[in-house]
């Protein structure tokens, strides 16, 4: 079985400070993790995925993301934030030696305050 | 939202109608896949095709049909049987071979019934 799980429903920032979208999930084997961002009414969009290597992984629009085996996390990160990363985040996973599909989050409304 | 295309963008239908939703890619893609996307439930599955020809249920399939008869689309229809159709869907497309391949998804199209 394969889930995974965005703790926060919103996430506020203020413009320029640094941001953190948690996720988590729950896999079998080893877990191909994706983000992936939404604008309203627009589908999604890609921003970085972890395959394997380096549990950083740098992504679209300065976004990165951290792999944490030990705590299955892999929350989505950016130093500073910008008004227009306003958007709806989701996580998504799929297991390495699974036949199901990719399973996402119920996503994260970021909001970046001016 | 790459070379997938989605029409319409908006569709109204009466309660007890069919409807089917358009999807092209043109990105060469054997996957393509059929998500349901409700207001803080995420994106679920509906269907999913890694093959002209042939496709198979997602979590969600009940009330939904599919047919892939050309590599470039992928048409859904929503039948009279679908509970509550209401909602966004969107489309999206993959290698199908590669696990660890990101999806690439459409714009969308949002389903009113009433």
């Known amino acids: 079985a394969q889930s995974v799980a965005q703790p926060e429903d919103q996430v506020k920032v203020a413009e320029g400070n640094p941001l953190t979208v948690k996720c988590t999930y729950s896999?079998?084997?080893?877990?191909?993790l994706f983000w992936y961002v939404q604008y309203p009414n627009r589908g999604l969009q890609f921003l970085l995925k972890y395959i394997t290597g380096d549990n950083l992984v740098k992504g679209s629009y300065g976004f990165e993301a951290e792999f944490n085996k030990s705590q299955t996390s892999f929350h989505l990160k950016k130093p500073s934030a910008l008004v227009s990363d306003s958007a709806l985040y989701f996580c998504?996973?799929?297991?390495?030696?699974?036949?199901?599909?990719?399973?996402f989050g119920s996503g994260t409304q970021l909001t970046v305050l001016p | 939202d790459g070379g997938i295309t989605q029409s319409p963008k908006y569709l109204f239908r009466k309660e007890g109608q069919n409807v089917t939703l358009s999807c092209e890619q043109n990105l060469n893609h054997d996957a393509m896949y059929w998500y349901r996307q409700d207001p803080g439930q995420g994106l679920r599955l509906i269907y999913y095709?890694?093959?002209?020809?042939?496709?198979q249920k997602g979590d969600i399939a009940e009330g939904y049909s599919v047919s892939r008869e050309k590599k470039e689309s992928f048409p859904l229809t929503v039948t009279s049987a679908q509970k509550n159709p209401t909602a966004f869907y969107l489309c999206?497309?993959?290698?199908?071979?590669?696990?660890?391949?990101?999806?690439?998804f459409g714009p969308g199209t949002r389903l009113t019934v009433t």
């Open positions: 998504a996973v799929r297991d390495e030696g699974s036949a199901r599909q990719l399973t």
């Open positions: 896999v079998s084997g080893n877990p191909y």
């Open positions: 095709s890694q093959i002209v020809n042939d496709f």
């Open positions: 999206a497309s993959s290698r199908a071979r590669d696990r660890s391949y990101e999806q690439y």
